[in-house]
Each structure stands twice: as C-alpha cells, then as structure tokens.
C-alpha cells in the first residue's frame, strides 16, 4: 500500500507542471482526481495522496526522501514475493523467528506438555476459578465442611463442656480447592466430591451431611478414610475390617468419575475400620475388644483387586472384634480406652512383631477397669478426647494427660467417679 501511493507521489514531481495545471483548471476534487487517474494512469488512491500532497513535499530532499523510501520498499517486497514462491525460505524465516523468541523469553516454562490432549480436561469455567488453600473436616455428626485457610486459623478450636459433634472431627485434610476428596465408609462404599459441593462453615458449624450430598448414603454408615485425591497417585491403599481381614489395593483400582462406587464387597457382619495408605516398612498393630493386640508383619500380604475379599490378619476370640488396626513403627505409641473410663498409653515397642494371622497378646488387662476395649488411636501429636456416657454426659481429657504405662497395667480412669460407663469415645481433632 505504501510503495503505491510512493510510485504515485513520485509521478506528479516528475510532472508537477501538468499536475498543477490539471488541478488549477478542474471544477472539483472529484474532476481533478479523474483527470489525473486518466492522464497519468493512476490508481484511484495514488490521485487521491497527490490531491493531498502538502507544496513542501516539492523541495529536492523531500522528492530524495520518497525515492529512497520507495527503492527500499521495492526491495522488501522483490524479498517477500521470493519469500512465498519458495517453502524452504519459508521454513528459515519460521525457524529464524522462533529462535528469536526463544532468545527474548529464556524464563524456565511454568505449564506442562502433555503427550495426549485426552489427558487434560477443563471443567467448564474452571480456569477462571482461583485456587486457595483449604481444610475439609468430617465430624462425627457425619457431615463434611470447608473452612478456608484464613478463616481455620483464627477459629476457636478449643474442646469445653458446650461442645457438640459439629466439631469432634475424625477427619482433616488440608488440600487445594481445585482437588476432590475421596472418602470410603465401613459399609465398603467410596465416595468422591468436589470441594465446590461442600458447604463453607466455621469450625462449630454443622455443614453438608453426607445424606445430602450422596445418594443412598445409609444412616449407619460412617467414613474409615478421607483423602485429597491428588496424594493418592501412585499409591496403594490397605484396608483392615472389624474381623481382622486385611486387604491391599492399587489405587488405579478405584480412579472412576462416578461420586459413589463399591470399594469393598464385605462379608455378612463385618465392617470396614481403617483405610490407609500403605507404608511397606511399617508393620499393622490390631487392637481387640478383649484387651488383645497384634503387632503384625504384613510384607506376605498381596495387592490384590478390589473384588478380592483380603486376607486375615488376627485371629479373634468368639465375641471380640477389631477396635482399631493402623500401619506403625517401633518409635509410635498408643492411647486405650475402656468403657468404664480408664485411659493409658503404651509404646509399641512393648510388642515384639509376629507373623499375620495368629491371636495376638495381652496389651490391657480387663475386670473393675472395664468389661471391654471400646477406643484406641495412634499417638502421633496431642490431642482430645471426648467421651460420652449413656445419659450423654461428656467426659474430655487430653492425651498429654494420660499417663504412659506397660501393656499389663490397667490405666487410670478420666471420669472421676468410679463405676462410670462410656458408651463412645471420640478424637478431637484440631489441626
């Protein structure tokens, strides 16, 4: 466009004379532009930039200027039209502009390349949605809430005699709001949700209940194990019943899209206790009803589909069930309950390690201290417990509290009034 109304601009100098004399004797604008397209040839724009032309453009270094400037775009565009009359030129010009831009931009690359476009979907406006820190908390009151980062940090989480099941949390996971949260029950259900589906609420509030969120959730079900599901990659789950059954999966036996699915087909009575995520350096510490515990190695233990029924793990007494089974190593420790009240924690260095499969040994003796085993959890950091008796009286202590004693003492009692029965006892979380 430039080198046409350049050519035109250099005719009307080499002619100006004429041109003047065309203009001068023309009625209008509109003539005048006729006139010269018709006598000197020209486009319909060219006639126009001549019309337009300011007297100083006549001076000797102006008409030098348009020359110059005319021959180097002729050369550019002599360039160009070689340029696309030939694809190997093509191909340079792409490869020298590339490496360019590879030059001015040597910052490391912030996004991935992946090998499949399948392998990446985007939820409809998911790109717009900014990504915060997050805590989702399931409480015994079996529902589930969000409490963003900021407002977890400020809550007031302090267990007292006002305290409901709102906040006695079995379950916190801290994770991103762009994860989902798979959970499995002790019916043998796993459900996933997205954190979008969780109510905000602060840490007394109740939130979703899982009846609300699932369909067909059971009233007497109750979730063994929570997860963001981006810490499951690459890992395998162990599952543990209230009979003693044992059972390892790969987690790319339970990756689906669906929000509710079968996780583990359960014999007639039993229950799922734990699911955790397998540590193959660790060993799995069972704890009866009957005051037996089992420090169990379980490197024979397979990974196995999620149809299979698991193998055993302790051998039961008639009436006894598994109170609590979880991964540990010889350093951790563990807190008892009995339902009359009475608390202790032992080291697991108090039991040596058997094989799987066998009945286990004495971990608290029972009689005025209690008829059964109704709580035990690993100690990792401190933390509350809160406990209930059949009038729905609350009993609290905490676990830097409860003194640690030899698996053959039978603990100290929490409630102060002897004779007091427990109905249930429950973690209370907070962090």
């Known amino acids: 466009d430039r080198a046409e109304i350049l050519s035109g601009l250099l005719i009307a100098v080499k002619n100006i004379d004429e041109v003047v004399k065309i203009i001068k004797t023309s009625n209008s604008t509109a003539e005048a532009r006729e006139r010269l397209m018709k006598r000197f040839f020209l486009t319909e724009r060219q006639a126009q930039a001549i019309l337009d032309m300011r007297l100083a453009r006549l001076t000797s270094l102006e008409v030098n200027k348009i020359t110059d400037e005319l021959n180097e775009l002729n050369k550019k565009i002599s360039k160009y039209k070689k340029i696309l009359a ?20 040597l910052s490391k690359r912030r996004s991935s390349i992946l090998k499949d476009e399948t392998a990446f979907e985007i939820a409809e406006d998911e790109e717009l949605k900014p990504i915060k ?10 529902a589930l809430k969000k409490i963003y980062e900021k407002g977890f940090n400020i809550s007031s989480r302090s267990i007292a005699k006002t305290s409901t099941l709102n906040e006695v949390h079995k379950f916190i996971v801290k994770t991103k709001t762009n994860v989902d949260i798979i959970l499995f029950s002790n019916l043998g259900n796993m459900y996933k949700v997205a954190i979008d589906d969780i109510l905000e609420a602060r840490w007394k509030d109740r939130g979703s209940l899982l009846s609300d969120l699932f369909l067909g959730y059971s009233k007497d079900e109750k979730i063994v194990g929570m997860f963001a599901e981006n810490e499951l990659k690459k890992k395998e789950l162990l599952f543990i019943t209230e009979q003693g059954t044992v059972r390892k999966c790969a987690w790319t036996e339970f990756e689906t899209k669906k929000n509710t699915s079968v996780a583990y087909k359960l014999k007639d009575g039993d229950r799922v206790l734990n699911v955790e995520i397998f540590e193959p350096n660790k060993t799995l510490m069972f704890v009866a009803s009957n005051g037996i515990g089992l420090n169990a190695d379980i490197t ?10 698991g193998v055993k793990g302790i051998k039961l007494d008639d009436g006894a069930s598994v109170v609590m089974a979880s991964l540990v190593d010889e350093n951790d420790k563990f807190v008892f309950v009995t339902d009359s009240c009475f608390a202790k924690i032992v080291k697991v260095s108090e039991f040596g ?12 003796p029972l009689g005025d201290n209690g008829k059964k085993l109704i709580y035990a959890r690993k100690v990792t950091e401190t933390f509350e417990l809160f406990a209930l008796d059949a009038k729905d009286k609350l009993y609290y202590t905490s676990t830097d ?12 009692s929490f409630a102060g009034k002897k004779g007091t029965k427990i109905k249930s006892v429950f973690t209370y979380l907070w962090k």
């Open 86 to 105: 030939s694809e190997t030129l093509q191909y340079q010009v792409v490869k020298e502009e590339m490496q360019a831009i590879k030059l001015a931009n």
């Open 133 to 142: 820190d997050v805590y989702v908390c399931y409480s015994e009151r079996n």
């Open 300 to 309: 024979d233990v397979p990974t196995q589909t999620k149809t299979s029924s």
């Open 353 to 364: 390690v058997l094989g799987r499969n066998r009945k286990g040994i004495k971990i608290l």
């Open 401 to 412: 509290d409860i003194s640690t004693e030899s698996r053959n003492s039978k603990g100290k």
